[in-house]
Nanobody
Framework: QVQLVESGGGLVQPGGSLRLSCAASGSILIVYDMGWYRQTPGKQRELVAVITSGGTTNYADSVKGRFTISRDNAKNTVHLQMNSLKPEDTAVYYC??????????????WGQGTQVTVSS
């Protein structure tokens, strides 16, 4: 069974920084794309940033230049460094990974979500 566990959310003032981390564990053969999504009440979950196993990244326009996604393939972890945070970045952030487990078909997995609140 594959699990994604996130950490690093919290309350920060506008202009501040937070670093989110997500670790994939379980019987994993391959991890392809890993990414971060966010969701606010009443809205659809939206892509924040994604990184391929080769290190290619893609960002939502709203976070370009402020957020940086990175990963450690050996540890099956992905991080999101968030700088210059704005109140509109407030959301529940979810980790996602495209995984080939040991005894199941390739599938996407989600973490439980971590709250990020940007407020003075």
């Amino acid at each position: 069974q594959v699990q994604l566990v996130e950490s690093g959310g919290g309350l920060v003032q506008p202009g501040g920084s937070l670093r989110l981390s997500c670790a994939a564990s379980g019987s994993i053969l391959i991890v392809y794309d890993m990414g971060w999504y966010r969701q606010t009440p009443g809205k659809q979950r939206e892509l924040v940033a994604v990184i391929t196993s080769g290190g290619t990244t893609n960002y939502a326009d709203s976070v370009k230049g402020r957020f940086t996604i990175s990963r450690d393939n050996a540890k099956n972890t992905v991080h999101l460094q968030m700088n210059s945070l704005k109140p509109e970045d407030t959301a529940v952030y979810y980790c996602n990974a495209d995984v080939v487990p040991a005894i199941r078909a390739r599938s996407g997995y989600w973490g439980q979500g971590t709250q990020v609140t940007v407020s003075s």
